[in-house]
T-cell receptor, first 117, second 113 residues
Framework: AQKVTQAQTEISVVEKEDVTLDCVYE???????LFWYKQPPSGELVFLIR??????QNEISGRYSWNFQKSTSSFNFTITASQVVDSAVYFC??????????????FGKGMKLTVNP | DGGITQSPKYLFRKEGQNVTLSCEQN?????MYWYRQDPGQGLRLIYY???????QKGDIAEGYSVSREKKESFPLTVTSAQKNPTAFYLC????????????FGPGTRLTVL
């Protein structure tokens, strides 16, 4: 069965600190997709990144970077030089591919990040 | 602008009443989804539809109903049979099932009085 674990429930940092959000997943499929979403206080989920299981290259987008390691089933997200606007709940999610997989997007329970000025 | 709209943003309902939450998208996406979010929890799938006039139950469909008469619309009805309806409801859509990214609407916060 698919499962996504975000062990940290809440983190508080001071502006300009770096912070890493952990995500560990379980799946029996060899083809799958991983996602990160941001949920600011307004409530809407904002898509950040999608990664398929065949692409283990790390990605950097501005202050955001993602580290995907199949060997440890992890897809961690790092925010460099955090800002107050980064304060939000962050969700990691998993979607299996069609063959033998399901339509479902499985979410972790989310991690609340508070960045203090 | 293309996107997903949900209305209303806040909804109050008396116990025993049915209520319908609206979800509209103009992205021309085939698949649409309804999720429920409770405090401190991830999202749980209620219903999804991969094509017009077809929909499937998710993990927590009991007490909910949906319809998909038009590609751009996927309304969710919370019935009186739903034991704990107070929650934040999010609608999503994606172009093709399985492989594409799901994009979310702004959500509706339902409170049962």
């Amino acid at each position: 069965a698919q499962k996504v674990t975000q062990a940290q429930t809440e983190i508080s940092v001071v502006e300009k600190e770096d912070v890493t959000l952990d995500c560990v997943y379980e799946t029996r499929d060899t083809t799958y997709y991983l996602f990160w979403y941001k949920q600011p206080p307004s409530g809407e989920l904002v898509f950040l990144i999608r990664r398929n299981s065949f692409d283990e290259q790390n990605e950097i987008s501005g202050r955001y970077s993602w580290n995907f390691q199949k060997s440890t089933s992890s897809f961690n997200f790092t925010i460099t030089a955090s800002q107050v606007v980064d304060s939000a709940v962050y969700f990691c999610a998993l979607s299996e591919a069609p063959q033998g997989g399901s339509e479902k997007l499985v979410f972790g329970k989310g991690m609340k990040l508070t960045v203090n000025p | 602008d293309g996107g997903i709209t949900q209305s209303p943003k806040y909804l109050f309902r008396k116990e025993g009443q049915n209520v319908t939450l609206s979800c509209e998208q103009n992205l021309n996406h085939d698949a649409m989804y309804w999720y429920r979010q409770d405090p401190g929890q991830g999202l749980r799938l209620i219903y999804y539809s991969q094509i017009v006039n077809d929909f499937q139950k998710g993990d927590i469909a009991e007490g909910y109903s949906v319809s998909r008469e038009k590609k751009e619309s996927f309304p969710l009805t919370v019935t009186s049979a739903q034991k704990n309806p107070t929650a934040f409801y999010l609608c999503a859509s994606r172009d093709r099932p399985y492989t594409d990214t799901q994009y979310f609407g702004p959500g509706t916060r339902l409170t049962v009085l």
